[in-house]
T-cell receptor
């Protein structure tokens, strides 16, 4: 069993839809990173969470430490949101390195 | 402030050769981490350097090595290249005391 799992693996949405991507992890963590990777490879950090909820524009990230679960929500999705979304867990015993989920490939159609 | 830069961006090497990749962190960032991304394995942690010392190492063979210089710039080296080393190699930098990582654009290595 992977330490960090994501669902769904692939997601196709129509422009304007509300999107949820889920991340679950199996160990205690210090922090969780949500990353966005566009075609071509560049990775952008969206959120760093250790508790609660964060919002930036149309993006919202939540984390439930007890349930070992985090969600990334995109409101009013747009084709430019098409990318791979990756969650990365910094575990209590990982030192300063992250364990990454497999990613969720999102396509938003106009 | 300039972002994380990596050179070269693309590289083609032959099996058995060695390669050196370079990463310049954001000014003021002293921690540099390296990651390998392949279609099969996804993103995997290689190693992390802080103040010229390797603090953590992932589960990769000894052919993968790195170093960090006094100006925080980092290099990683892969010796005796194998076809399976073809990947996107990403580095990320962070501030002391922060978990948040800022990624470079990556170096795409192809081994033929």
């Amino acid at each position: 069993k992977n330490e960090v799992e994501q669902s769904p693996q692939n997601l196709t949405a129509q422009e304007g839809e509300f999107i949820t991507i889920n991340c679950s992890y199996s160990v205690g963590i210090s922090a969780l990173h949500w990353l966005q990777q566009h075609p071509g490879g560049g990775i952008v950090s969206l959120f760093m969470l250790s508790s609660g909820k964060k919002k930036h524009g149309r993006l919202i990230a939540t984390i439930n430490i007890q349930e070992k679960h985090s969600s990334l929500h995109i409101t009013a999705s747009h084709p430019r949101d098409s990318a791979v979304y990756i969650c990365a867990a910094l575990g209590d015993n990982y030192g300063q390195n992250f364990v990454f989920g497999p990613g969720t490939r999102l396509s938003v159609l106009p | 402030k300039a972002g994380v830069t990596q050179t070269p961006r693309y590289l083609i090497k032959t099996r058995g050769q060695q390669v050196t990749l370079s990463c310049s962190p954001i000014s003021g960032h002293r921690s540099v981490s390296w990651y390998q991304q392949t279609p099969g394995q996804g993103l995997q942690f290689l190693f992390e350097y802080f103040s010229e010392t390797q603090r953590n190492k992932g589960n990769f063979p000894g052919r993968f090595s790195g170093r960090q210089f006094s100006n925080s710039r980092s290099e990683m080296n892969v010796s005796t290249l194998e076809l399976g080393d073809s990947a996107l190699y990403l580095c990320a930098s962070s501030l002391v005391g922060s978990f948040e990582q800022y990624f470079g654009p990556g170096t795409r290595l192809t081994v033929t």
